[in-house]
C-alpha cells in the first residue's frame, strides 16, 4: 500500500466511503466460490438493503437463500423471490419468535439485521429494540442453530457490524436509558460493539463453526437515509452501493473454513477492533456481556 493510500485510510472519509471501496478493490485477488453451489444460508434483514444485495449474490451464485424481516411487503418489492429466495417473517427483538422459528439445515448464518429506532422502545424492560434485536436475538439464533444441530459443523457465522462501533466503547450500564438521554446512534454503536465481541468469544466457544464480522463503510441503504437523512444528504454520491457494502460479506462466505475463525473484516482485510485504545473493555465487561445474553438463553428453554 502506498503512503498516499495510506493517508487515505486514515482520513476514514476516503477510506469508508465508495473512493475507498473501489481503491481496496483493486486489490482483491479473483474471488473461487464454485463451492457455493447447493449451500444453503440464512440472511437476517435480507429484505432491503445490503442484506437483500448479500442475498441476490448468494442466489446467483447457486446458493439456496432464506432471508428474514419484519416486512412481507419488503420482500415482495426486493425482487428476491423471482431468484428463488425464500422469505421467513422475523423480528429479532422477538425472543420466543426466535427461539421457535423453524429452520431446515443451514451451511450459513449471517446476522445483518440492523437498524436505529428514533424513539425509544424497551423489550422485555430491559434493554432497547437496538440491543435486543441486534445482540441478544442473534446471540439466541446463532446459538439454537448450532447447539441443535440445524447449522451444520464447519459452517459460517456472520455479524455484521459498523464502523460506528470503533468510536464506542462497550456500555452494559445502562441498557434501558433511564440514567441518560435516549441516543439512536450510540446504541447503534454499542450494539457493534457488542457483536464484535460476540464474534470472538463464540468463535473461542464453538471451534468446530467459522465466525466472522466486519463493518460494510458508508453504504447509502433506505435504512441509513431514515435515521441519519442530515449525515445521508452531505455525503450524498460518496455512499457505497449495497452491492459494495456486502461484498466483504460474500468474500467471508466464500472462504468457508479457510477464512480464521473470530476476526473482524473491512474490504477483506482483517482489521484491528482498537484503533482508539480508550474503547477497549475489560475482561469484567466481557464477561458480563456473555453472561447476560447466556441468561436470556435459559430463561427462553424455560
Not at 226 to 240: N, V
Not at 262 to 270: P, V
Not at 278 to 291: A, F, I, N
Request: aromatic share 10%.
Amino acid at each position: 500500500m502506498s503512503m498516499l493510500d495510506t493517508l487515505k485510510d486514515f482520513s476514514i472519509v476516503y477510506s469508508f466511503d465508495r473512493s475507498g471501496y473501489q481503491r481496496h478493490a483493486r486489490q482483491f485477488a479473483p474471488l473461487e466460490d464454485s463451492h457455493l453451489i447447493g449451500k444453503r444460508f440464512l440472511v437476517t434483514g435480507g429484505t432491503s438493503g445490503i442484506g437483500a444485495a448479500l442475498a441476490q449474490r448468494l442466489a446467483e451464485a447457486g446458493s439456496e437463500v432464506i432471508v428474514t424481516g419484519r416486512s412481507a411487503e419488503r420482500f415482495e418489492q426486493s425482487g428476491l423471490e423471482s431468484l428463488g429466495v425464500a422469505f421467513v417473517p422475523l423480528d429479532m427483538a422477538d425472543f420466543k419468535a426466535v427461539m421457535q422459528l423453524n429452520l431446515p439445515e443451514l451451511d450459513g448464518l449471517v446476522c445483518n439485521a440492523g437498524g436505529m429506532t428514533e424513539q425509544l422502545q424497551l423489550v422485555n424492560n430491559e434493554y432497547d429494540v437496538i440491543f435486543a434485536s441486534q445482540v441478544i436475538g442473534h446471540y439466541l439464533l446463532m446459538r439454537r442453530c448450532m447447539e441443535s444441530g440445524v447449522l451444520a459443523s464447519g459452517g459460517s457465522v456472520h455479524l455484521t457490524s459498523s464502523g460506528g462501533m470503533y468510536l464506542k466503547k462497550l456500555n452494559l450500564d445502562d441498557l434501558c436509558w433511564q440514567e441518560n438521554r435516549y441516543d439512536k446512534v450510540q446504541s447503534y454503536a454499542n450494539a457493534k460493539r457488542a457483536q464484535v465481541i460476540l464474534n470472538e468469544e463464540l468463535s473461542r466457544r464453538y471451534p468446530d463453526y467459522v465466525f466472522s464480522s466486519s463493518h460494510p463503510g458508508w453504504v447509502g441503504t433506505q435504512a441509513l437515509r431514515d435515521a441519519l437523512p442530515g449525515f445521508t444528504k452531505r455525503l450524498s454520491k460518496r455512499l457505497r452501493s449495497d452491492d459494495e457494502g456486502a461484498d466483504t460479506i460474500y468474500w467471508c462466505l466464500a472462504q468457508g473454513e479457510q477464512l480464521p475463525s473470530g476476526q473482524f473484516w473491512f474490504d477483506r482485510q482483517s482489521r484491528p477492533l482498537y484503533p482508539l485504545p480508550w474503547t477497549r473493555e475489560t475482561q469484567t465487561t466481557r464477561q458480563r456481556l456473555m453472561t447476560l445474553c447466556a441468561t436470556v438463553w435459559a430463561e427462553q428453554l424455560n
